[in-house]
């Protein structure tokens, strides 16, 4: 029986040491909801680039602007990530919960474009600014955004090998909260605001980016910080 056990133990060392154990598979919830900037297309091909390239697995609730209530919110409990693409969604107080939960636990938010208003009233208020720390103020026109990484932080893990990009509607930015790092700054010209951060909440990595036009999601750079961040986010 001694012999057995100590077999066991030596095969497992070796199993660990030869690095058979699988790393832990990241699961990842989507919320979609901003039709203008056709957040399910752009999302439901960036899901298949995820499963495909990396060991992801993600779950997703599609919606509209406006949305009271969202399918399949429940796998958001067991996710590592939540991915928010949405816009002014009105939910039923119980689903709000589920996404509040997940904050306040301190677990880690991708937000993309229109995620700086993803919600209602008191809601979106503490999302913007106390979660993601970001300080959505409206937009500008439909003028190209030059996208250039911010010169204090080019060595931020988001931003490695991420190069600059045109985006488009650049959106305002109000002052943001002390916690809050400013990763790449948007110019068109006559005005620059910071269009993507960095925030920890309650112990959580936090990332957002005002870009998210549907243009966004076919460039290998904004594609590439988006990876990055769920990376750093899930410190993985």
């Not at 406006?66 to 689903?95: C, H, T, Y």
Request: overall charge negative; aromatic content about 8%; proline content about 3%.
């Amino acid at each position: 029986m001694l012999k057995e056990m100590i077999t066991a133990a030596v095969v497992g060392l070796l199993i660990f040491v030869g690095g058979s154990v699988d790393a832990k598979e990241l699961k990842i919830h989507v919320i979609s909801g901003s039709k203008e900037y056709k957040s399910q297309e752009s999302l439901t091909e960036f899901i298949k680039y995820l499963e495909k390239e990396h060991d992801i697995v993600c779950t997703a609730s599609w919606a509209s602007d406006g949305a009271s209530e969202l399918d399949d919110l429940e796998s958001l409990k067991s996710s590592d990530l939540l991915i928010m693409f949405a816009r002014r969604m009105k939910l039923v107080d119980n689903q709000m919960q589920l996404i509040r939960d997940h904050w306040e636990a301190g677990k880690p938010i991708v937000g993309i474009r229109t995620a700086g208003h993803a919600f209602q009233s008191d809601d979106n208020e503490h999302f913007d600014r106390k979660v993601l720390g970001g300080h959505y103020s409206g937009h500008y026109g439909n003028e190209p955004v030059k996208v250039t990484n911010a010169a204090n932080t080019v060595n931020h893990p988001v931003l490695k090998g991420v190069g600059p990009y045109t985006s488009a509607k650049l959106y305002k930015c109000g002052d943001l909260p002390k916690s809050t790092t400013v990763l790449q700054i948007g110019d068109i010209g006559k005005a620059k605001h910071p269009i993507t951060i960095v925030n920890e909440y309650k112990g959580g990595r936090m990332f957002f980016t005002a870009a998210g036009v549907p243009s966004d999601f076919e460039n290998k750079d904004f594609r590439h910080m988006l990876v990055n961040a769920i990376y750093w986010t899930t410190e993985n």
